[in-house]
Nanobody, 124 residues
Framework: QVQLVESGGGLVQAGGSLRLSCAAS????????MGWFRQAPGKEREFVAA????????FYADSVKGRFTISGDNAKNTVYLQMNSLKPEDTAVYYC?????????????????WGQGTKVTVSS
């Protein structure tokens, strides 16, 4: 089993920045993919960004390209999401996810492990 614990959420004004962290523990894997998803009230969970553990290739949703940056530290089994130029529409619970496959997919169904989520609120 893999346990994922997110941190770094909070309240920020529009235009501000936050950095989310996701620490993985338990059975870790050298390959695979880690990602971030978010879910706003009344909406479906949506893909935000992902990173391959081997090679570091990154993928982003169009809505966050140029504003968010995903990065990883394999030695610490931690993935980060730097969020800049935040907008009120970025308000959501952000979830860290991991899967053993390195095949890119923005579908949350393909991810095997999930954190509990961290809430991000962007005020206008």
């Amino acid at each position: 089993q893999v346990q994922l614990v997110e941190s770094g959420g909070g309240l920020v004004q529009a235009g501000g920045s936050l950095r989310l962290s996701c620490a993985a523990s338990g059975r870790t894997f050298s390959r695979g993919t880690m990602g971030w998803f978010r879910q706003a009230p009344g909406k479906e969970r949506e893909f935000v960004a992902a990173i391959r553990r081997s090679g570091g290739s990154t993928f982003y949703a169009d809505s966050v390209k140029g504003r968010f940056t995903i990065s990883g530290d394999n030695a610490k089994n931690t993935v980060y999401l730097q969020m800049n130029s935040l907008k009120p529409e970025d308000t959501a619970v952000y979830y860290c996810a991991a899967k053993e496959s390195s095949v890119y997919s923005s579908n949350p169904i393909g991810f095997d492990y999930w954190g509990q989520g961290t809430k991000v609120t962007v005020s206008s």
